[in-house]
């Protein structure tokens, strides 16, 4: 039902008990620079260029994931993240809201991205 009421432009806000039809979801307005800001992905500048793949088709599966995120369907926002990375070698950065085919996002944000793997993937002593 959820699914369905964002696509209608529709945005319930369980904790504050409201809902809003303006097609503008909650924290993405006034500037709030909150965590729960719904703004759109958009393409790395970073990123290369491909003439195989459609841009508008992976532009359409990174909005489908938001879609899933907003619902906290993650197991199936996890899927269509996934299914970018093997089939288009299309990487996402949420923290930047931008995608990046090939994975680049400029010389600093991917030093951080290298660093912050190295310590997810650490082994312990």
């Known amino acids: 039902i959820q699914t369905d009421l964002i696509d209608g432009g529709v945005f319930v806000h369980d904790g ?6 303006d097609g503008v979801p909650y924290g993405s307005f ?15 500048p970073y990123s290369k260029d491909s003439e195989d793949v459609d841009e508008e088709l992976i532009e359409a599966m990174v909005k489908e994931r938001t879609k899933f995120k907003m619902t906290r369907n993650y197991e199936k ?49």
Do not use: C, P
């Open 16 to 21: 504050m008990k409201e809902w809003r039809a």
């Open 30 to 44: 006034n500037g709030a620079g909150s965590r729960n800001d719904r703004q759109s992905y958009t393409k790395s």
């Open 77 to 125: 926002a996890d899927a269509v993240r996934e299914g970018l990375r093997s089939k288009f070698n299309v990487l996402i950065d949420d923290r930047l809201k931008q995608w990046s085919m090939g994975g680049d996002f400029g010389e600093e944000h991917n030093a951080q991205r290298e660093l912050a793997s190295k310590f997810a993937n650490r082994g312990y002593v």
